[in-house]
């Protein structure tokens, strides 16, 4: 991981820098195994060749797999043990040939397409709040809105959320209104970034833009906690994706997901 120094001495961050790229798919896997570091329950995360690897509640990834993971990929799937055969995330840089080739000879296939967008703070303007709504900033609200959206309000699973992002790593922005949360966030501070990550909207509330809200208010968060860019990830074409525009994020890299034709 760069040093903040050496990090805001490149105040650009252009699409298709495959050592900016790597730093921001390494920020994601961090802010993930952070998660099963706090959780009770116990997940199992593993860096093997700057790939991620993750088994936790059947979520079975290999995040950022390029040359250096794929020429460890037998040490890597001998971690996974027995059990489903786990996804995987390749860069679309230079080795997306290579490791494309290697996981279409064990049976992958691509399945869609994911992009990471970034900015520098200092690049955006304070601009409006947006819509005048109740924000809290207790985690207990994020896992209850994410126990709503996952597990049909289950509130040990509304728990379990909140203990993985008390931390002080972390901070959480969700709406309410009329005592119920419909929208949030969760923030990951790492070194100079700060990484807005799990985006959630109830349905029935979607297309008002809260997430515009949401992400409005991480920039000042990430700002207040002196962070230097702040960054996200979604799928390729999404609404997710023209939210992180509109407020200045930029698209600097892609990836693909792969899964296997068969699960056995």
């Not at 991620?52 to 040490?75: N, S």
């Not at 203990?163 to 969760?186: F, K, L, N, Y």
């Not at 799928?235 to 997901?257: F, I």
């Amino acid at each position: 991981m760069s040093s903040n120094g050496d990090v805001t001495a490149r105040p650009q961050l252009s699409y298709g820098d495959p050592r900016r790229a790597h730093e921001l798919f390494a920020l994601r896997s961090r802010a993930f195994a952070a998660r099963i570091d706090g959780e009770a329950a116990g997940g199992r995360w593993v860096e093997i060749g700057g790939g991620f690897g993750f088994d936790w509640d059947g979520y079975r990834w290999v995040h950022d797999f390029g040359d250096e993971a794929l020429a460890r990929l037998d040490e890597l799937l001998d971690w996974f043990q027995s059990g489903v055969a786990p996804m995987f995330e390749t860069y679309c840089g230079e080795s997306v040939q290579t490791t494309a080739q290697a996981l279409t000879l064990l049976g992958y296939q691509p399945y869609h397409a994911h992009a990471f967008f970034a900015a520098p703070l200092g690049s955006l303007g304070s601009g409006e709040a947006g819509a005048d709504v109740e924000v809290s900033l207790d985690p207990h609200d994020f896992g209850r809105l994410g126990a709503q959206m996952w597990s049909e309000g289950d509130p040990a699973r509304a728990r379990a959320l909140t203990r993985q992002h008390e931390g002080s790593e972390w901070s959480c922005v969700t709406v309410i209104e009329h005592g119920r949360p419909v929208a949030g966030a969760s923030l990951f501070f790492d070194g100079a970034y700060a990484f807005h990550a799990n985006a959630l909207t109830l349905p029935e509330c979607q297309g008002r833009g809260l997430h515009a809200r949401l992400l409005r208010a991480h920039i000042e968060l990430a700002r207040a906690r002196g962070k230097t860019w702040i960054v996200a990830d979604t799928q390729v074409g999404s609404g997710s994706g023209r939210n992180l525009e509109r407020a200045g994020l930029r698209c600097v890299a892609t990836c693909l997901h792969w899964q296997p034709l068969r699960q056995d």
